[in-house]
């Protein structure tokens, strides 16, 4: 299994370090798949809303909804992941087979059996190397879906690149 994980504690940094790794990985030419997410900052300054890119070259999709100012709950719209998971699973499919899947997190719903959790799988079953991002209240859920076989890597675009660079070393020697 080729599965790294990564955790900040910024707020917004795995998000804006995902995204410079996708930025990179489509510059030299890396066949991607999966998800980055960007956070605007919102009026309210308490708040962002959240867009997902779907890799390589889809659309930007809004997955926050905005519940008023005095809500507590979840700001994420289920419809909308579920929307960007399927464009995702739809790459999946596509040839060539991605080189690399990239998720933005592993978050709650991935927590809980949905979100991008059956498309990591997906993923890893194909023999595509795959990179997220785990927060501190969902990586023991994450520890059980890859039943500790995930390998944590420092928060760098260079820590990741050389991670995904073993991986595919890996993934071609069949290691």
Known sequence: MQLAYVMT?????TDRLLSELADRLQAQ???LAGIVQTN?????DALCDMDVRVLP????????QSLGPKA??????????????AQVTNSL????LPEVLLVNKFGKH????????PVIGEAIALG??????VNALNVDAFQEFADGLAVAVDPSVKALMTWLTQAQQSRQTGA
Do not use: F, K, W, Y
């Open 57 to 64: 070259m889809g659309e930007t999709i809004r997955i926050s």
């Open 29 to 31: 030419g890396t066949v």
């Open 9 to 13: 504690r910024d707020r917004g940094a």
């Open 72 to 85: 507590r709950g979840c700001r994420l719209d289920p419809a909308a992941l579920e929307q960007a998971v």
């Open 93 to 96: 499919q596509g040839t060539p």
């Open 40 to 44: 605007t900052e919102c009026h309210d």
């Open 110 to 117: 991935e927590a809980d059996g949905r979100g991008m959790r």
């Open 128 to 133: 595509v190397p795959v990179i997220t991002g």
